[in-house]
């Protein structure tokens, strides 16, 4: 260990002076930005700004070339956020969500897209839907799946009768907290606020911390958090967007029964993604009531060497085909291995959609 003394204030000097390049080159990229809106509304007055591969390639690459000490996902954090603010200047996003303020899927809308979105929240998912298919918000977000409970049939059901794509994903990991307000009586809490699937995740840690307590299920994290600031003997499960939008107290942090917890949301829109280099597909197969069917909608991919990472069954809203398989797998349906396979299955099945190819999510 060097001898040598510290100088504090020549290191204030050196952070002052990195401070003006950093935001020097900041402002060098928001007028390129800027310039690039220029040059798309140019050649296109209905030019799309946002490009859901080109944000991917570039997050990949700051995590590749990030030499620390900061933790590369949070490298690449900070790069979304100057993004997001860059985008705004050319033309900010308008994004709508499963609602109200303070949900984890605001707070999933929010780590894709960066804060500089104009986030618009939803009551309902297909409110969403319908939302970005009118062209009132540029794009959705909606939860899919959560590794606890298992898939959101509601999401799945809404891609069956709209041509809206999937254009992103975005993986948040859930933390619930018990929170209370300024005017709880923690030691009298009686009564419990939060979602059902919440209210699942927490199962154990509920019948261990408060097992006499009434868990009255509500539409949403974000509207148990509002319910308890009128309730001196009430307690909400939500997450830490809630708490802050509501001013709210955390008695109790992380009280998920499994600590890897956590949701996909699916981020959709109306344009077709190109490739970004690290995809996803996803589809949406009618498959006709014969011995077999699995064996042959799935065999193509084994031979591909195609890599499965999700397949769910429906029954069938038609009433024509007994079953419906959503799937989604590695690659974008621009390589030739993908469209082979495809081609494959369109001959196989009653029906095939292709929901959309879309980059695997960065963060």
Known sequence: MSDTPIDLDALRQRIDSLDNDILRLISERAQAAQQVAQVK???????????PEREAQVLRRIMELNPGPLDSEEMARLFREIMSACLALEQPVKVAYLGPEGTFTQQAALKHFGDSAVSLPMAAIDEVFREVEAGAANYGVVPVENSTEGVINHTLDSFVDSSIRICGEVVLRIHHHLLVSSNTRQDK????????????????????HYPGAERVPVASNAEAAKLIKTEWHSAAIAGDMAAKLYDLER????????PDNSTRFLVIGNQD????????????????????ALHDLL???HRHQIDLTRLETRPSRSGVWNYV??????????????????????????????????PAGVL
């Open 41 to 51: 509304s140019a050649e296109d007055p209905k030019a799309v700004f946002y490009r």
């Open 189 to 208: 809490v009686s009564r419990i606020y939060s979602h059902p699937q919440s209210f699942a995740q927490c199962r154990k840690w509920l019948d261990a």
């Open 251 to 258: 008695i109790a942090e992380k009280i998920e029964d499994r």
């Open 273 to 292: 993604v190109p490739l970004s280099g690290d995809d996803k597909t996803s589809i949406v197969v009618a498959m006709r009531n014969q011995p077999g």
């Open 299 to 301: 065999e193509p991919f």
């Open 325 to 358: 398989f959503f799937i989604d797998f590695k690659g974008h349906r621009d390589e030739p291995q993908v469209a082979a396979v495809l081609e494959e299955v369109q001959l196989r099945a009653a029906e095939l959609k292709v929901l959309g190819s879309y």
